[in-house]
């Protein structure tokens, strides 16, 4: 089925094998021409998981040409084009500094209530006036620097001296999501290798972006744009994936998706019964895609993985356990044709790759995967590190 505008014929439903494709395009990872700034792949991707100090740099090296790792580097910590701190779902993303005040009135308010709620649940939270004062002592210590949790128990150890030494470290750590959840603080350069957290660091939002920015913006219209740049990296998408990914409840998720309504198509999934939507700018968009690149390396929590609900535009449901493990671990796929046909873990320690397919590869195919292989060794074997903080 299509739909005419402008003379052209543009689909109303689409393949499972379209819809994949669609995906991987948005994703970058097609045969085309690859971008060059790092900037746009990240806000097209809507962010890039980093729970794991390698993860965004395999991703964008898959995604950006001629990718290094101090472009993301400099980036994050020199230039501050783009920012690091608990976003999406709670998880720490880097997203473009210029959309932190989106992301954050989008989500913030929200991960803020369900924080505090856990929090209440906590016996050593009996003095929630010592708490305000913790969270302000905390934020101004980080206005004379980047600082380390161990630092800044120090700092602030005369708000907290009562308690243990692993109960300091657990109050300044919870009061440092919720000050990253307020919008207040970010992740700054860690210390350690490139591949390997050591410490975090961390720093206040004003050494990225102007306060008035972020205050500037109101949660409704946030939730607005962020739906859009949502679909415009993940599209088409049903509400399902949307508040998955973004961490919100279906209801307020499909009162975001109501609000936008007017700048939305809807299409259908060969096989698939629930309803997908798309910007209607994007219609046209989704004739006349590219193949998908032969072989990638995705790393843990790669975006294309955590873009939607629904995974069978990318894996099939058998395989799903596979990559999705306990306690809420993601690993490293192997994507092959558009699809995830196994998982792979790299060693720093002997610089071992060790691939694991989903099923049987012809030889072709695994001869294939292995001469891939031979770059994404060369990428992380680099002992390429963060400079130290000075």
Same mark, same amino acid.
């Given at each position: 089925?299509?739909?005419?505008?402008?003379?052209? @014929?543009?689909?109303?439903?689409?393949?499972?094998?379209?819809? =994949?494709?669609?995906?991987? @395009?948005?994703?970058?990872?097609?045969?085309?021409?690859?971008?060059?700034?790092?900037?746009?792949?990240?806000?097209?991707?809507?962010?890039?998981?980093?729970? =794991?100090?390698?993860?965004?740099?395999?991703?964008?090296?898959?995604?950006?040409?001629?990718?290094?790792?101090?472009?993301?580097?400099?980036?994050?910590?020199?230039?501050?084009?783009?920012?690091?701190?608990?976003?999406?779902?709670?998880?720490?993303?880097?997203?473009?500094?210029?959309?932190?005040?989106?992301?954050?009135? @989008?989500?913030?308010?929200?991960?803020?209530?369900?924080?505090?709620? =856990?929090?209440?649940?906590?016996?050593?939270?009996?003095?929630?006036?010592?708490?305000?004062?913790?969270?302000?002592?905390?934020?101004?210590?980080?206005?004379?620097g980047p600082l380390v949790k161990k630092d800044l128990v120090e700092r602030v150890k005369s708000l907290i001296g009562g308690y243990t030494e692993s109960e300091q470290k657990r109050l300044v750590g919870w009061a440092l999501r919720l000050l990253t959840y307020q919008g207040r603080v970010c992740h700054d350069r860690p210390t350690g290798p490139w591949y390997h957290f050591k410490d975090n660091r961390f720093a206040l939002v004003s050494d990225w972006l102007a306060p008035e920015r972020i205050g500037g913006t109101v949660e409704e219209e946030a939730r607005h744009d962020l739906l859009i740049k949502y679909l415009g990296g993940y599209g088409p998408a049903t509400i399902h994936d949307f508040a998955y990914w973004a961490g919100l409840k279906i &209801?307020?998720?499909?009162?975001?998706?109501?609000?936008?309504?007017?700048?939305?198509?809807?299409? +259908?999934? *060969?096989?698939?019964?629930?309803?997908?939507?798309?910007?209607?700018? #994007?219609?046209?968009?989704?004739?006349?895609?590219?193949?998908?690149?032969?072989?990638?390396?995705?790393?843990?929590?790669? +975006?294309?993985?955590?873009?939607?609900?629904?995974?069978?535009?990318?894996?099939?449901?058998?395989?799903?356990?596979?990559?999705?493990?306990?306690?809420?671990?993601?690993?490293?796929?192997?994507?092959?044709?558009?699809?995830?046909?196994?998982?792979? #873990?790299?060693?720093?320690?002997?610089?071992?790759?060790?691939?694991? &397919?989903?099923?049987?590869? +012809?030889?072709?195919? =695994?001869?294939?995967?292995? @001469?891939? +292989?031979?770059?994404?060794? *060369?990428?992380?074997?680099?002992?390429?590190?963060?400079?130290?903080? &000075?």
């Amino acid at each position: 089925m299509s739909v005419e505008i402008g003379g052209r @014929a543009l689909p109303k439903q689409i393949t499972l094998d379209e819809l =994949s494709t669609i995906t991987l @395009a948005r994703h970058f990872l097609v045969s085309g021409p690859q971008p060059e700034e790092i900037t746009e792949a990240v806000g097209r991707l809507c962010g890039l998981n980093a729970q =794991s100090a390698r993860a965004p740099y395999v991703s964008l090296w898959n995604r950006v040409e001629g990718f290094t790792k101090e472009t993301l580097t400099e980036a994050l910590y020199e230039e501050k084009t783009l920012i690091k701190a608990w976003l999406m779902r709670g998880t720490v993303h880097i997203i473009p500094t210029a959309d932190f005040p989106v992301y954050q009135k @989008a989500l913030g308010g929200d991960l803020c209530k369900a924080w505090e709620a =856990s929090l209440k649940k906590q016996t050593l939270l009996d003095l929630p006036r010592t708490w305000t004062r913790l969270l302000d002592a905390i934020a101004n210590s980080l206005g004379e620097g980047p600082l380390v949790k161990k630092d800044l128990v120090e700092r602030v150890k005369s708000l907290i001296g009562g308690y243990t030494e692993s109960e300091q470290k657990r109050l300044v750590g919870w009061a440092l999501r919720l000050l990253t959840y307020q919008g207040r603080v970010c992740h700054d350069r860690p210390t350690g290798p490139w591949y390997h957290f050591k410490d975090n660091r961390f720093a206040l939002v004003s050494d990225w972006l102007a306060p008035e920015r972020i205050g500037g913006t109101v949660e409704e219209e946030a939730r607005h744009d962020l739906l859009i740049k949502y679909l415009g990296g993940y599209g088409p998408a049903t509400i399902h994936d949307f508040a998955y990914w973004a961490g919100l409840k279906i &209801p307020k998720a499909k009162q975001v998706f109501r609000a936008a309504r007017k700048h939305l198509s809807e299409i +259908s999934v *060969e096989g698939s019964k629930a309803t997908f939507w798309v910007l209607a700018e #994007d219609l046209d968009s989704l004739v006349g895609r590219e193949p998908g690149k032969r072989v990638c390396f995705l790393p843990e929590f790669d +975006s294309l993985i955590m873009g939607h609900k629904d995974k069978s535009r990318l894996i099939d449901a058998e395989n799903r356990t596979k990559v999705f493990l306990g306690l809420a671990r993601v690993v490293p796929t192997l994507l092959l044709d558009g699809r995830l046909a196994g998982t792979w #873990d790299y060693r720093f320690g002997d610089q071992s790759l060790h691939i694991k &397919p989903f099923g049987r590869l +012809s030889q072709e195919t =695994s001869n294939t995967i292995k @001469a891939a +292989s031979r770059h994404l060794k *060369e990428f992380l074997k680099e002992e390429t590190a963060p400079q130290p903080h &000075p």
